[in-house]
Nanobody
Framework: QVHLIESGGGLVQAGGSLRLTCAES????????MAWFRQAPGEEREFVGA???????AYADSVKGRFTIARDNAKNSMHLQMNSLKPEDTAVYYC?????????????????WGQGTQVTVSS
């Protein structure tokens, strides 16, 4: 079984930065695609970004240029550096993983999910 645990969420003012971490334990998936999704209250879950085992990376247009994904296969972890945060970035952020070797943007394509970490950006 694969376990994903997110950390690093919190409260930050608009324009500030946060760094989220997703730690993978159990049966590790170092050769898979990992992603970040987020869900705001009353909204559907949306894709934030993903990184494949080969280093491919994709971002949602809403975060491109502000968010950066980095993966550390040696430590079975993934990070999401979020800069220039906006109030509309407020959401619960989820880490997800799939055995697919290519970047996927749809939530249903991911097999494993973390519990989420809250990010709140005040105006």
């Amino acid at each position: 079984q694969v376990h994903l645990i997110e950390s690093g969420g919190g409260l930050v003012q608009a324009g500030g930065s946060l760094r989220l971490t997703c730690a993978e334990s159990g049966r590790t998936l170092s050769s898979t695609t990992m992603a970040w999704f987020r869900q705001a209250p009353g909204e559907e879950r949306e894709f934030v970004g993903a990184t494949s085992w080969s280093g491919g990376i994709a971002y949602a247009d809403s975060v491109k240029g502000r968010f950066t994904i980095a993966r550390d296969n040696a430590k079975n972890s993934m990070h999401l550096q979020m800069n220039s945060l906006k109030p509309e970035d407020t959401a619960v952020y989820y880490c997800a993983a799939t055995t697919s070797f290519r970047v996927r943007r749809q939530g249903y394509e991911y097999d494993y999910w973390g519990q989420g970490t809250q990010v709140t950006v005040s105006s």
